[in-house]
């Protein structure tokens, strides 16, 4: 009897410290246990809600490109796969069943194995790479500079305005640090990885975008299959089949790993009793998150079958900036406050930085979106510059990175604060009143359900570590 209430202890014992570890390192589900411990449940619920909505779309815009390069394979125009609603608003009248059995089929693939996945992955990645270096090398045989001319049509802001857009193109490198559990040492590998995954993609992404607009001028470029299209106009229609066929595989694999990713994500989240724990039950034979895959892809089916891609990635884009915004904020708050040690007067500079640091952040945005002048951009970005020299000169760090750490604090952390409020200002009213209503909604819902299941899983763990303390 001994032996087996000690087993129990054990076990309650073992459960009690992974939780507290994984809380502690946040290394098991990225921004989301990153911004629990460092700025609250609230402020990590809300982030959470928006990287679950960061996934969802984007895979919903990934699986209707799937459909329009299946189209292009075809020898089909890229929209001719979708059933048009004339009586449904325009943007949500394109049905596309095609997006909806890919999803099907990536669900039952993520839910089946978690090494299968990988596996595919792996092979399928050799093939991608063949066809990346395919376009480019092909393509530039039929570069044009005439093409180049003009360079920025839309002058600064359109550059801008793109900017914001294109993070679009980043979402999911947040999944790397998901799969923490499975790697040796998260602490190194980890930053290496992101970072590495990072500027690797950043590059490829650049030498498609000039290959793609040296092939064709910019005001013909398809926002659906632009590759291609573009090698037809250029005369090399055989080509548009095998850059199809390598965008497929391509699509395919960034549908099964966002798939992964979202599951867990969505699990971890589960765990912390904010949402359901049903969506934290992992199948017994495969080792899957099956019902927060399934749920997760469910969602992304319906958004997919009716929404059009422009508004996908406003939204999306909307999502990722905002979650960027709040993990530089957590960094800094990470390295200056330390409950217990910072003293009330650090602690109230830093209060006073921060708010400083965003307020003149969001008013360059607000200014350049709604002037043309340079008065108030110089003054905002002053108090911008003041306040974070304030917070490097005025504030002692409270807390060294043990391994790796993010260098130029503070300035490269209120840098990106900056940056990502100013790119948020270039997107469009109807995206932030979407925005704004999924943010509403979660807020609702976190007042009413998750602020009190949370509760009660922390008194739950508290009870648990008192009868495992006692048992020893």
């Not at 996945?117 to 570069?143: D, E, P």
């Not at 294109?166 to 790697?183: H, K, P």
């Not at 291609?228 to 106009?233: H, I, K, L, N, P």
Request: charged share 10%; hydrophobic share 50%.
């Amino acid at each position: 009897m001994d032996r087996q209430n000690g087993s129990t202890a054990c076990s309650k014992n073992a459960y009690v410290t992974s939780s507290t570890l994984t809380r502690r390192t946040g290394y098991n589900c990225g921004s989301f246990a990153y911004l629990r411990v460092e700025l609250g449940d609230f402020v990590a619920f809300i982030a959470a809600g928006n990287i679950l909505l960061e996934y969802i779309i984007g895979n919903a815009a990934v699986a209707r490109s799937w459909t329009s390069y299946f189209a292009t394979l075809c020898n089909h125009h890229p929209n001719d796969f979708r059933i048009h609603v004339s009586s449904l608003p325009d943007s949500y009248n394109q049905l596309d069943p095609i997006a909806i059995i890919v999803i099907i089929f990536i669900c039952t693939l993520a839910v089946a194995s978690t090494k299968g996945s990988s596996r595919f992955n792996y092979i399928a990645s050799i093939f991608h790479v063949a066809i990346i270096l395919f376009i480019v090398i092909a393509g530039l045989t039929k570069a044009n500079p005439k093409n180049f001319t003009p360079f920025a049509p839309y002058g600064p802001r359109g550059i801008f305005v793109t900017s914001a857009v294109l993070f679009f193109a980043y979402v999911g490198f947040d999944a790397v640090s998901t799969m923490a559990e499975e790697t040796k040492n998260p602490a190194k590998d980890i930053p290496i990885g992101l970072v590495g995954s990072m500027v690797i993609t950043t590059l490829a992404y650049c030498i498609l975008a000039v290959t793609l607009c040296l092939m064709q001028p910019y005001q013909q470029i398809d926002e659906d299959a632009p590759f291609s299209v573009a090698f037809e106009a250029v005369g090399w229609g055989w080509a548009k089949y095998i850059v199809a066929a390598g965008a497929i595989k391509g699509i395919t694999t960034v549908l099964l790993v966002n798939a992964v990713g979202q599951a867990r994500y969505l699990t971890h989240i589960a765990r912390t009793h904010m949402i359901s724990p049903w969506f934290a039950k992992v199948h017994e034979r495969t080792g899957t998150p099956v019902n927060a895959t399934a749920t997760m892809l469910a969602a992304t089916a319906i958004i997919a079958f009716f929404t059009s891609l422009g508004i996908l990635s406003n939204l999306l884009s909307i999502s990722t900036l905002f979650i960027f915004m709040l993990v530089a904020m957590g960094l800094i708050v990470r390295r200056y406050y330390v409950g217990g040690e910072t003293t009330p007067s650090d602690r109230n500079k830093l209060i006073i930085c921060l708010v400083l640091i965003v307020g003149s952040s969001i008013a360059t945005a607000v200014y350049w979106g709604s002037s043309d002048g340079w008065i108030g951009l110089v003054l905002s970005n002053s108090v911008w510059f003041l306040s974070t020299l304030a917070l490097w000169l005025g504030v002692p760090q409270a807390k060294k990175p043990r391994v790796w750490g993010v260098p130029l604090v503070p300035w490269l952390p209120s840098l990106s604060i900056a940056i990502n409020l100013f790119l948020l200002g270039s997107i469009d009213k109807a995206s932030f009143e979407r925005f704004g209503i999924w943010t509403g909604i979660l807020l609702i819902y976190y007042i009413l359900i998750g602020l009190h299941a949370s509760y009660d899983s922390v008194m739950e763990s508290k009870t648990t570590a008192r009868e495992v303390n006692s048992s020893l």
